[in-house]
């Protein structure tokens, strides 16, 4: 699977190399029931590859300069099953030790679940490190400096901290109820998850591993994003149709954006002036241009989902929960201007040049 995945990818690693100063924007898909990760040159639209047997992975995480990718699996195994889960044929104890990480005795909470969060070499696709965490994961996140990664276990109210470092599993940490997504302060200093249980916002102190204060987030907030200067916090509150925006400094809720239906997907434009959100409820993609409050709305469906914002493309990509494919749309006019099929379903989309 691996060799595949390798065969795919070195000639373009190659022509990479050959075709100068330019460098190609990637675009990682992760297709859910799909069980893969498809790869697409932003450019282009066109596959370059796809990464495989990552069992219903719907948490992706990158960052520009971190040489891995985080996928969560949303499938949970029984406790017993865990330790044998990534041990091929012919590979030895050590060998699977080096590759598979379990935490130490007392690290997860009593009883819980089992998932693995596979640790991807961004480069290459290859598996650098399997960990063991406690129950089904929803969504990642990777620290901007690459220092950690946390991962959201909605049946668990909580979420595992990773050390990339050490690549092991650091500290599991009690949220809210139902925490879904999750992402990192500027500094990698916070982490801010949804709870969508109790309609709060967790801040969790990495350093100290604990929750520092919980901030009100309307009905039951679900995707989250952080302005760029770092001090707004954006979170969709799905079912009441709104985004809220939060002031970090005080925790309060400053303005609220009336969309409309069912809410799911959320990115900021590149400048950070333009809140994108994806309306599955009443098929509609809504740009919120949050200096003056205004919105822009078009047509798109059916269902769309997860969405993200393509750096240096001057796209957006939209993928949909009902049919297999991710749109590519122009934020200026919130057209589709092409389709991209996938397997599955598209999930939270990472960018890396």
Same mark, same amino acid.
């Given at each position: ?7 795919? #990818?070195?000639?373009?690693? #190659?022509? =990479?190399? #050959? ?17 893969? !990760?498809?790869?697409? /040159? ?51 104890? /050590? ?8 935490? &130490?005795? $007392? ?10 969060? %596979?640790?991807?070499? =961004? ?32 049946? $668990? ?8 470092? *050490? ?8 949220? $809210? ?32 591993? !604990? ?5 009100? =987030? ?24 709104? &985004? ?7 925790? =309060?809720? &400053? ?9 799911? +997907?959320?990115?900021?434009?590149? /400048? ?13 993609? &809504? ?9 822009? *709305?078009?047509?798109? +469906? ?5 969405? *993200?914002? !393509? ?22 006019? #919130?057209?589709? %201007? ?16």
């Amino acid at each position: 699977m691996l060799n595949t995945v390798r065969r795919t #990818l070195a000639p373009l690693a #190659l022509l =990479a190399g #050959l075709t100068g100063a330019a460098q190609a924007v990637t675009v990682f898909i992760p297709e859910g029931s799909g069980n893969e !990760i498809l790869r697409v /040159d932003a450019a282009t639209g066109e596959v370059i590859g796809r990464i495989e047997g990552l069992e219903a992975v719907h948490g992706l995480a990158g960052a520009t300069g971190v040489p891995y990718l985080i996928a969560g699996s949303y499938a949970e195994i029984a406790v017993d099953e865990a330790a044998s889960v990534s041990k091929p044929e012919g590979v030895t104890e /050590d060998e699977h030790a080096e590759h598979h990480a379990k935490p &130490v005795a $007392g690290a997860m909470p009593k009883d819980a679940g089992r998932s693995i969060l %596979t640790v991807l070499d =961004a480069a290459s696709g290859s598996v650098v490190r399997r960990i063991e965490v406690p129950g089904a994961v929803h969504h990642t996140a990777v620290s901007p400096e690459g220092r950690f990664s946390a991962a959201t276990h909605p049946s $668990g109210d909580g979420i595992s901290l990773i050390d990339l470092e *050490t690549l092991s599993f650091k500290a599991f940490i009690p949220t $809210g109820s139902m925490p879904n997504y999750a992402v990192f302060s500027r500094d990698g200093g916070a982490i801010y998850v949804s709870n969508t249980g109790n309609g709060t916002v967790s801040e969790i102190d990495v350093a100290n591993g !604990i929750v520092r204060r919980n901030l009100l =987030a309307g009905e039951a907030p679900e995707h989250i994003v952080l302005s760029r200067d770092g001090a707004t916090l954006y979170a969709v509150d799905a079912d009441a149709g709104k &985004v809220h925006e939060i002031a970090l400094s005080s925790g =309060a809720i &400053v303005r609220s954006f009336e969309v409309g239906g069912e809410l799911h +997907g959320m990115d900021l434009s590149e /400048d950070g002036a333009t809140l994108f959100v994806s309306g599955k409820g009443e098929n509609k993609l &809504v740009a919120i241009e949050l200096g003056s409050g205004s919105m822009r *709305t078009a047509p798109l +469906g059916p269902a769309p989902y997860h969405l *993200t914002t !393509i750096s240096g493309t001057g796209k957006i990509y939209v993928s949909s929960r009902d049919e297999p494919k991710v749109w590519v749309v122009d934020p200026a006019t #919130l057209a589709a %201007t092409a389709e991209i099929p996938v397997e599955g379903e598209g999930h939270q989309m990472v960018v890396l040049p």
